[in-house]
C-alpha cells in the first residue's frame, strides 16, 4: 500500500464531456479521479466482485445470462464477470473515452485484457441514462458502478437515474426476474425505499466490510415477473 507521504503520479489528464478526469498512479495502485472527486482504485475489488455475483445468485438458474455493466471502472466487474463461464453476454456501458482507452491501450489493460479480449465482452461508449432510455436490447441483470452511490453522484444529472423515473427506465430493459445490483460506498434506506417504490421486489442490500468507516454495499432488486 502507498505511504500517505507519497505523491501521486498524474498518468493521463482529459477534458471529457462531463468534466475532467485523471488517471493516477500512487505507489502501486492506478487511482481514477472525475471532477476532482476520488471514484476508486485498484486496491482490493471485493464490492465489484460482489457486485456482480450478487446478481447473478440472484437470478433464477435461467442459462446464458445477459448482464449489463454499468460503468468500465478499473474494470474488476468486467473481469470477474468474463471470469465465471455462467455469463452469456456481458456489455459495459462507459460513457469517458478516457478510460476506455487506459484499458484498451494504457494502465489498466493489466486487470482488463484479457476481459476485453473476451468475444462474450462489448464495450458501449455512453452515458448509462441515455442508454437505458434509449436502447431496444433487454438484459437479465443490470450491475451498476457510476458513482460512489445513489446518495453521492459523480454528476448532478446522474442522480435521476436513483430516482422512480430513473429506476423504471431499468426495470424497462429487465427482462422479466431480472436483477438491478447497485454498488454505494455507505448503505442508503432511501434508495431501498425507491426501489420498492419503483416496482422491485426481494430488495435487499448485501454488506462489504472495509478497513475504515462504513461498509461498501450493494442494494439488489428483483424485477417482477
Known amino acids: 500500500m502507498p505511504s500517505i507521504y507519497d505523491i501521486p503520479e498524474v498518468l493521463d489528464r482529459r477534458e471529457g464531456p462531463h468534466g475532467e478526469v485523471v488517471l493516477r498512479r500512487h505507489g502501486a495502485l492506478l487511482q481514477i479521479i472525475a471532477n476532482g472527486c476520488f471514484l476508486m482504485d ?16 440472484a437470478l433464477d438458474g435461467r442459462p446464458d445470462p445477459h448482464v449489463l455493466i454499468g460503468g468500465l471502472g478499473v474494470g474488476f466487474s468486467l473481469a470477474h464477470a ?44 455512453a452515458d448509462l441514462i441515455d442508454y437505458v432510455n434509449e436502447t431496444s436490447a433487454t438484459f437479465d441483470a443490470l450491475c451498476l458502478d457510476i458513482d460512489n452511490g445513489p446518495d453521492w453522484t459523480v454528476t448532478e444529472a446522474n442522480a435521476g437515474l436513483y430516482s422512480t423515473a430513473g429506476l423504471a427506465g431499468c426495470a424497462r430493459v429487465l427482462r422479466p426476474g431480472g436483477v438491478l445490483a447497485v454498488w454505494s460506498a455507505k448503505p442508503s434506506p432511501e434508495f431501498e425505499g425507491s426501489l420498492w417504490n419503483a416496482g422491485f421486489r426481494h430488495v435487499r442490500t448485501e454488506e462489504i466490510p472495509v478497513a475504515r468507516g462504513v461498509p461498501d454495499v450493494v442494494h439488489l432488486g428483483v424485477r417482477p415477473g
Not at 485498484?42 to 460482489?50: A, F, H, I, P
Not at 452469456?88 to 489493460?109: K, N, Y
Request: charged content about 30%; hydrophobic content about 40%; aromatic content about 4%.
Open 42 to 57: 485498484t486496491s482490493d475489488g471485493r464490492s465489484e466482485r460482489l457486485l456482480v455475483d450478487a446478481a447473478l445468485d
Open 82 to 125: 468474463c471470469g465465471n463461464p455462467r455469463w452469456g453476454r456481458i456489455t459495459v456501458v462507459e460513457r469517458e473515452r478516457a478510460v476506455i482507452d487506459w484499458h484498451r491501450a494504457g494502465p489498466l489493460s493489466a486487470v482488463s485484457g484479457n476481459a476485453l479480449a473476451d468475444p462474450r465482452t462489448r464495450i458501449v461508449e
